[in-house]
C-alpha cells in the first residue's frame, strides 16, 4: 500500500489531505483535477523495483505498493493488465521506424485499458463501504466497471451510455448486471446526467476527470510498459484521445517511476485525436489554457475517442506539454486503415479508437514529429470484438466458395496466399 501524502490540484497547486476531497478541486471547479501525491522519499527507501519483477502477481495489483489501496483490501478478482507488450518489427517497417512495440490493452477481462481505472475505483469503493458506483461512458468504462463490479454482492453498478454506442458495448454491462441506462444523447449528456444523479442520490462517481484514482488506476499501464522493457522508458508513447484520462494516467504512471529513480526519463507522449473530435489537439497547437477548450459537436467513427469538451482536459494538456510531446489528429479513413495493420502485421485486433493510436505514430513519423530512430511504444486501447461492424469497413469481404468441394477445391487452385 502507498500511503497518500496529499491530494494536489492540477490548476492551482492547491493540496488537500487525503480523503478530504473525493472528486475535483472546490475552488477550481471540474478543471481542478486532483493528483495523487505519495510521500517518494519513504517509497525510495522501502520498495524494490526487482522485487515486484520477480513476484508472481500477474495482473496490476503487482504494483499494490504504488497504488492509493491498504494491503488488506479486498480486490476484485478479475485479472486486469499485465497484458503483453509485442516487439513489432514489421509494423515498424511499415510505419517507417526503427523499432515499434505494441501493448495490447484489448486483452484485458472487458477488452479495454478501461478496466484497469474500474478496478481500482471498485476497489476503493469496497474499501470504504460504498453501494453504489456510477459512470457515464462511451462504451468501455460501463462495461469495464460493470465486469468489474460484477460478482460483488455489496456493490451495484449504474451506467449511462449513449444509445447509439456499439451494441457490444451495450451488451457487456447488461450482462454483468448492472444497472443500464441509454440516454437519448451524446457521451457528453450522459456525463451530466451521471454527475448531477450522483450529487443527488450520494452515488460514487466514477466519471472520467472528476474521479482522481481512475488516474492512479489507469497509470498502471506505464508500468508495465516500463517493466516489461526492462525498467526503462520508450522514448516516445503513443495512445488515442478522448477525454485525456489514459494520456493523463500514461504520464502519471512514468512520473512515478522516475520520482522513484527507477527510470531514467520521460518519454514523450504523442496524443492522437480523431479530426473530428480534435479539442485537445487543437488547444495544444494554439497554446490554449485548459480553460479556454469549450464543448463543440464532434464526428467520428471512433466512438472511445469522441468527446465534446474532454474531462481530463487539465491533466492532459500538461502530460503532453512536459513531456515535450505533440498532439496529432487522424482522419477516419486512416483510423480504419490502420486496424488492418495491426491485426495483419502483428496480431493485434483494435477496435478504431485504438487503432487511430496507431495511424498518428504514421503521421507523426511522416511530419518528422518523432525521429524514426526513436523507442517507439503504440497502447492500443481496445478490442476489436467491441465494435464488429466498424471493424469490418476496413477490410475487405471474405470470399464465397460453393458447397460442392470439387468445384471448391477448382477454385482454391492457383490463389497466392503470401
Ligand atoms: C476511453 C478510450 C480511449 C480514450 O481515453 P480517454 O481517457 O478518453 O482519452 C481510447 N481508446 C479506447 C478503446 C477507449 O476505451
Ligand atoms: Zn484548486
Redesign the pocket.
Same mark, same amino acid.
Given at each position: 500500500m502507498a500511503a497518500i501524502q496529499e491530494l494536489r490540484?492540477?490548476?492551482?497547486? &492547491?493540496r488537500f489531505a487525503p480523503g478530504e476531497q473525493d472528486y475535483? &478541486?472546490?475552488?477550481?471547479g471540474e478543471l481542478?483535477t486532483l493528483d495523487v501525491v505519495y510521500d517518494y522519499a519513504a517509497l525510495r527507501a522501502s520498495l524494490d523495483r526487482d522485487a515486484i519483477s520477480a513476484g508472481q502477481t500477474a495482473n496490476h495489483w503487482r504494483y499494490l505498493p504504488l497504488l492509493p489501496l491498504a494491503c488488506d483490501s479486498q480486490l476484485p478478482p478479475q485479472a486486469v493488465g499485465w497484458t503483453p507488450l509485442y516487439h513489432a518489427p514489421r509494423l515498424a517497417e511499415k510505419l517507417g521506424a526503427r523499432h515499434v512495440w505494441v501493448k495490447d490493452e484489448g486483452l484485458n477481462p472487458t477488452g479495454s485499458l478501461k478496466d484497469r481505472a474500474s478496478s481500482l475505483v471498485v476497489a476503493r469503493a469496497l474499501q470504504a463501504g460504498i453501494e453504489v458506483v456510477a459512470t457515464a461512458s462511451t462504451g468501455n468504462a460501463a462495461a469495464a466497471l460493470a465486469g468489474l463490479g460484477a460478482g460483488l454482492e455489496q456493490i451495484a453498478t449504474v451506467i449511462f451510455v449513449p444509445r447509439d454506442a456499439p451494441p457490444a458495448k451495450i451488451a457487456q454491462p447488461l450482462v454483468y448486471g448492472a444497472q443500464v441506462f441509454l440516454v437519448d444523447g451524446s457521451y457528453d449528456d450522459a456525463y451530466e446526467l451521471c454527475t448531477r444523479a450522483c450529487a443527488a442520490f450520494g452515488w460514487y462517481s466514477r466519471n472520467t476527470g472528476v474521479n482522481p484514482f481512475t488516474t492512479e488506476g489507469k497509470k498502471t499501464v506505464a508500468l508495465e510498459i516500463a517493466e516489461q522493457m526492462g525498467w526503462r522508458a520508450p522514448d516516445v508513447v503513443a495512445v488515442s484521445v478522448g477525454d485525456g484520462s489514459i494520456i493523463s494516467g500514461i504520464y502519471k504512471g512514468f512520473f512515478d517511476l522516475l520520482q522513484l529513480g527507477w527510470i531514467e526519463k520521460m518519454p514523450r507522449l504523442l496524443g492522437v485525436q480523431a479530426a473530428g473530435s480534435a479539442a485537445l489537439a487543437d488547444a495544444w497547437r494554439a497554446g490554449l489554457a485548459p480553460s479556454a477548450i469549450t464543448r463543440r459537436v464532434v464526428n467520428t467513427i471512433a466512438d472511445s475517442i469522441a468527446a465534446e469538451l474532454p474531462r481530463d482536459r487539465s491533466k492532459a494538456l500538461r502530460a503532453v506539454r512536459e513531456t515535450q510531446g505533440a498532439f496529432v489528429t487522424v482522419s477516419d479513413a486512416h483510423i480504419l486503415k490502420a486496424i488492418p495493420l495491426l491485426g495483419k502485421l502483428c496480431g493485434v485486433f483494435a477496435e478504431p479508437a485504438a487503432a487511430a493510436a496507431t495511424a498518428g505514430v504514421e503521421q507523426a513519423l511522416a511530419k518528422g514529429i518523432i525521429d524514426r530512430d526513436s523507442d517507439i511504444c503504440i497502447v492500443s486501447t481496445g478490442n476489436g470484438l467491441k465494435d464488429i461492424a466498424r471493424v469490418r469497413q476496413s477490410v475487405a469481404s471474405a470470399r464465397s466458395l460453393p458447397a460442392d468441394v470439387d468445384v471448391a477445391l477448382g477454385r482454391l487452385e492457383g490463389i497466392g496466399l503470401l
Open positions: 490540484c492540477v490548476v492551482g497547486g &492547491c475535483a &478541486c472546490p475552488h477550481h481542478g
